[in-house]
C-alpha cells in the first residue's frame, strides 16, 4: 500500500549524517516547526560552542556579553528578553559573571527595582578576544551552506519575529472537567 505525502517525516537519527525518511502515522499534519528551529539552533551551537568554551564561558553568558556588546548598557528586564533567558535563571548567570568581574549591576537612581547592567573592562576584552574567532567562524559555515541560504535566513526570522503574537487567534482550550480521567489525573 502506498504510503501518502502527508505522512511522511524527515528523521535524522543523531550522530547519522543521512536522513531518512521513516513512514509514520501523523497526528499533526503540520511539521514540528518549534523542533525544526531547535535543531537548526544545535546545529549552529556546535560550531561556535568551541570558542564560547575556550574562554571558559556558559552560552548563556556569551549571549549576555554580545548584546551588552551591541547595545551598551541595558536593563537586567531587556536583557531576559533579549537573550530570551527567563528572569530567575538570569539572575543567577548575572550573579556568576558578576562574580567573575565580566558585567557590573547598578539600580537605577530613580527606581531601586531597576538593575542596569554593563561589561567590565574584562568583559569587554574576553569579547575582543572572541569577536574575530566568531567572525571566522560564520565564515567558515557560510562557505558550507552558502552565504545566500544564510542571508535568506536570517531575512525570513526577522520576518517571523515582527509578526504581532497578539493578533493570532488562540485556539478556545476544551473545559477540563471534560477530559479523559486518564488525562485528568494530569492537571492535579
Known sequence: ???DDRIQCRFRP???GIAQDIAMVKKIEQRNLPNMLLGAREMLLTQFRPI???FGLTEQQWRILRVLSDAGEMEQREISETCLILGPSLTGVLSRMADMDLIARNR?????RRILVR???LGEKIVDAIAPLVARQYRNVEREVGAALIADLCKVLDRFAEVD?????????PDPGTFDPDIARLQK
Open 119 to 121: 561589561m567590565t573592562p
Open 108 to 112: 537605577m537612581e530613580g527606581d531601586q
Open 1 to 3: 500500500m502506498p504510503v
Open 165 to 173: 503574537r497578539t493578533a493570532i487567534a488562540q485556539v478556545a482550550l
Open 52 to 54: 564560547i568554551s575556550h
Open 14 to 16: 543523531r550522530g547519522r
